[in-house]
């Protein structure tokens, strides 16, 4: 079985896909992670976004790896972990355009596919359900408020001792939202048959058991 969930910044989605992953025992996917990776790697080699040609080059030599250690997921960019580094701010950031980039989605849509092939998978990012895993047997789509999901990445970031203001995170979200719903290729949008959740007023575990019992209903 093959879950997609999809949906904008801050909604929750990695959170709640590795719950539920975890539940199941389903293997969890985290394809952002792969787009902050490519990210990674071109800000270390201070290659612009506005640079496709040089950005598709660079893909052709570069090798990202999911494994997991301990049953816990790395993430490793031509060979060295850096499942850490990707989630400073800065990455975060550039993750929103570069995976803009046709090029870039294409690659990583060739792994994440590959990857769900092999086993009970759930994956989660902004075109699963559209694009990475249209057959996908069930989708969800969750979101949320803009302030209530700055307010979670500002809480998150704060708690690993990086400094970054609520306006900031809170326009950096919003421009998120705006590239990835706008972007030509493979855009953020909740495709016809996903299930829409609204996590606002909700906690990890109410989400967690509301999607978990449609999932256990549609196994049945």
Same mark, same amino acid.
């Given at each position: ?6 949906? !904008?910044?801050?909604?929750?989605k @990695?959170t709640?896909a590795k719950?539920?992953?975890? =539940?199941?025992g389903? #293997? ?20 612009? !976004? ?5 950005v598709e ?5 570069t090798?990202i790896e999911?494994?997991? =250690?301990?049953?816990?997921?790395k ?7 850096? @499942?850490?580094?990707?989630? $400073? ?5 550039a993750?929103?355009d570069? @995976?803009?980039?046709?090029c870039v ?16 998978t ?6 699963i359900?559209?694009?990475?895993? !249209?057959?996908? $047997?069930?989708k ?8 209530? +999901?700055?307010?979670?990445r500002?809480?998150e ?10 306006e =900031?995170i809170? +326009?950096?979200?919003e421009?998120?939202?705006?590239n990835?719903?706008?972007? $030509?290729?493979? !855009? ?5 048959d ?10 990890? =575990?109410?989400?967690?058991?509301h999607?978990?019992?449609? #999932?256990?209903?549609k196994?049945a």
């Amino acid at each position: 079985m093959k879950i997609a969930i999809d949906g !904008p910044a801050g909604a929750g989605k @990695s959170t709640i896909a590795k719950k539920l992953a975890g =539940e199941l025992g389903f #293997v969890y996917l985290d394809t952002g992670a792969m787009y902050r990776a490519v990210a990674l790697k071109m800000l270390n080699l201070q290659i612009e !976004p506005t640079d496709s040609k040089r950005v598709e080059e660079t893909l052709e030599k570069t090798a990202i790896e999911i494994r997991y =250690e301990n049953g816990v997921q790395k993430v490793f960019l031509d060979g060295w972990d850096v @499942s850490e580094k990707i989630r $400073e701010h800065a990455v975060s950031k550039a993750a929103s355009d570069f @995976s803009a980039l046709s090029c870039v989605r294409i690659k990583m849509v060739e792994l994440q596919r590959e990857l769900a092939e092999k086993r009970n998978t759930i994956l989660d990012g902004r075109d699963i359900g559209t694009f990475v895993l !249209p057959n996908a $047997e069930i989708k969800f789509f969750l979101t949320a408020s803009v302030d209530e +999901r700055a307010k979670r990445r500002h809480a998150e970031l704060s708690a690993k001792g990086m400094n970054c203001s609520f306006e =900031e995170i809170k +326009r950096d979200i919003e421009q998120r939202d705006y590239n990835d719903s706008h972007r $030509e290729f493979a !855009p953020l949008k909740k495709a016809d048959d996903a299930i829409t959740v609204d996590t606002t007023s909700m906690s990890i =575990e109410q989400v967690a058991a509301h999607m978990l019992a449609i #999932v256990r209903k549609k196994e049945a």
